[in-house]
């Protein structure tokens, strides 16, 4: 049992996680069905954008919705620099008159630094039915050094606008969630995306596969 709990435990600390937090879905639209969808990841890191963009246009495609990543779309300084309002309009409406009617777009809104603790004696204390043992056992906790280990979760929102809604900018659905001590690009996005597209599915915005 101690060994189980060990090991859940460092692989939680560890390895990265995706952690879906809540998500709101539009109550005036109760179909949606896009005809070009344009995928956006608000990002200067170029990798990670191409990476991402990629995986969820083909999460969208398998699922018979036509889906297209900005990066072949919108010039790489279009998101490495900042644009005005009237610059994303005519962003917009430039997009709009290439047939998308649906932008789905993800940003990293905010990073927490955590902390871990262990004292590599954790253990259920039924196991120790005796005083006397379980402190003949455990006294060394005193005299061996603790130590903490940080890692940062990263909090990342993904929002669907329908482009032909009220005022061009309708929001269909927003989903939150945190992403845990991101080790690896690859894998992270694909557990990202899987998140994504299965909360979609949940939620009838998106048919399965």
Same mark, same amino acid.
């Given at each position: 049992?101690?060994?189980?709990?060990?090991?859940?435990?460092?692989?939680?600390?560890?390895?990265?996680?995706?952690?879906?937090?809540?998500?709101?879905?539009?109550? #005036? &639209?109760?179909?949606?069905?896009? +005809?070009?969808?344009?995928?956006?990841?608000?990002?200067?890191?170029? @990798? $990670?954008? =191409?990476?991402?963009?990629?995986?969820?246009?083909?999460?969208?495609?398998?699922?018979?919705?036509?889906?297209?990543?900005?990066?072949?779309?919108?010039?790489?300084?279009?998101?490495?620099?900042?644009?005005?309002?009237? #610059? &994303?309009?005519?962003?917009?409406? +430039?997009?709009?008159?290439?047939?998308?009617?649906?932008?789905?777009? @993800? $940003?990293? =809104?905010?990073?927490?630094?955590?902390?871990?603790?262990?004292?590599?004696?954790?253990?259920?204390?039924?196991?120790?039915?005796?005083?006397?043992?379980?402190?003949?056992?455990?006294?060394?906790?005193?005299?061996?050094?603790?130590?903490?280990?940080?890692?940062?979760?990263?909090?990342?929102?993904?929002?669907?606008?329908?482009?032909?809604? $009220?005022?061009?900018?309708?929001?269909?659905?927003?989903?939150?969630?945190?992403?845990?001590?991101?080790?690896?690009?690859?894998?992270?996005?694909?557990?990202?995306?899987?998140?994504?597209?299965?909360?979609?599915?949940?939620?009838?915005?998106?048919?399965?596969?």
């Amino acid at each position: 049992m101690r060994k189980i709990i060990i090991i859940v435990f460092l692989v939680l600390i560890s390895c990265s996680t995706t952690r879906f937090v809540d998500s709101w879905r539009n109550p #005036e &639209i109760t179909t949606f069905k896009p +005809e070009k969808v344009l995928i956006i990841g608000m990002t200067d890191n170029l @990798t $990670a954008r =191409k990476i991402f963009e990629e995986d969820l246009k083909n999460a969208f495609v398998q699922r018979n919705i036509n889906a297209i990543e900005s990066n072949t779309v919108l010039d790489d300084t279009f998101t490495s620099s900042k644009k005005s309002e009237a #610059e &994303i309009d005519e962003m917009i409406n +430039e997009i709009s008159k290439e047939g998308f009617d649906a932008v789905v777009i @993800t $940003a990293v =809104k905010g990073v927490d630094e955590k902390i871990s603790y262990d004292d590599g004696y954790y253990t259920v204390g039924y196991r120790w039915s005796r005083f006397g043992r379980y402190y003949y056992r455990y006294q060394d906790i005193y005299y061996t050094p603790r130590y903490y280990d940080t890692y940062n979760v990263y909090h990342v929102e993904t929002s669907i606008y329908n482009l032909n809604g $009220a005022e061009n900018k309708l929001l269909v659905w927003v989903g939150a969630l945190d992403l845990v001590n991101p080790q690896k690009i690859t894998s992270t996005v694909k557990d990202y995306v899987d998140s994504i597209i299965e909360q979609l599915e949940m939620e009838n915005l998106i048919k399965k596969y």
